[in-house]
């Protein structure tokens, strides 16, 4: 069982960067876990922003957030980062870490979620 604690979110204006945290508990290795981060804005569906690989040398994003945000991890910390520049009011929503075993297909776990508020 993964516990999962997001933290990082606030408030910021346009333009302006935040960086969250996803600090991974319980009897597990963290190292043996893909994770992402998914978001959901006020009235949307969960909408994928990024993921990073068990080893972290693969990364993947949506679109909307290349070159603006940049997700790492710390195995040795159990810890999951994205780092998010030049926010957008679009960005507004509650973002959510997820962890997947490695070699088994869905994300089984989740945080509970850190409120991003970009105000323009």
């Known amino acids: 069982q993964v516990q999962l604690v997001e933290s990082g979110g606030g408030l910021v204006q346009a333009g302006g960067s935040l960086r969250l945290s996803c600090a991974a508990s319980g009897r597990v290795s963290f190292s043996n876990y893909n994770m992402a981060w998914i978001r959901q804005a006020p009235g949307k569906e969960h909408e994928f922003v990024a993921a990073i690989a068990w080893t972290g040398g693969t990364t993947s994003y949506a679109d909307s957030v290349k070159g603006r945000f940049t997700i790492s991890r710390d195995n040795a910390k159990n810890t999951m980062f994205l780092q998010m520049n030049s926010l957008l009011p679009e960005a507004t929503a509650i973002y959510y870490c997820?962890?997947?075993?490695?070699?088994?297909?869905?994300?089984?776990?989740w945080g509970q979620g850190t409120q991003v508020t970009v105000s323009s």
């Open positions: 997820r962890a997947r075993a490695v070699g088994t297909t869905g994300y089984a776990y």
